[in-house]
C-alpha cells in the first residue's frame, strides 16, 4: 500500500502473512503435502517459516 515506513518488522509480517495463506491454499488441495516456506535476504540469511 506505500503508507507503511520500510522495517524489517513489517516485512516479516508480510512474508508470513503471505506464507500462511498459501500453505492453506495448498493444503486444502494437496492435503498430505508438506510445504516448508524460506525467505532468503539480498544478504543470503535465511529465515524459515513454519
Do not use: A, R, W, Y
Not at 515506513?5 to 491454499?25: C, D, P, R, W
Request: no cysteine; aromatic share 10%; net charge positive.
Amino acid at each position: 500500500n506505500g503508507k507503511k515506513e520500510f522495517s524489517l518488522v513489517n516485512e516479516n509480517h508480510i512474508h508470513k502473512t503471505s506464507f500462511q495463506l498459501l500453505k492453506k491454499i495448498l493444503k486444502k488441495k494437496f492435503p498430505k503435502l508438506k510445504v516448508d516456506f524460506n525467505l532468503m535476504g539480498l544478504d543470503k540469511k535465511v529465515q524459515k517459516f513454519k
